[in-house]
């Protein structure tokens, strides 16, 4: 089975039985204690209507802080200060991480 021959980050994780997203992390920018964004050079994604809207609801609704603290970035969770934390890195990141938890495999 193709599932079996995948490389996880992390292998002692168990996989997501619905798997939305193939991501890396980009830890190369992490402050220390603040969350990891993702890789934006490479995410592959499963074409999800629903994941599209309520990613436009998320940048609609644009519940962002500004600054460099461990509440700042998309909805205060600390998913910011680096660059493309608003858009390709952060906001993918806040959403997998935060709204839809436990959807993804980190390679």
Known sequence: RARSRIEMEYPERVM????EAYLTRDYHQVIPGRKAAFQAGFIILKPNPQV????LNIIREGNYVEGFS??????????????????MQGLPAYYY?????????EL
């Open 97 to 105: 991480d935060e709204i839809r938890p436990n959807t993804t495999v």
């Open 16 to 19: 997501p039985e619905n798997i």
């Open 70 to 87: 461990r509440q700042n970035g998309w909805g205060g969770k600390g998913y910011g200060g680096v660059v493309g934390s608003m858009a």
């Open 52 to 55: 599209f809207t309520e990613y």
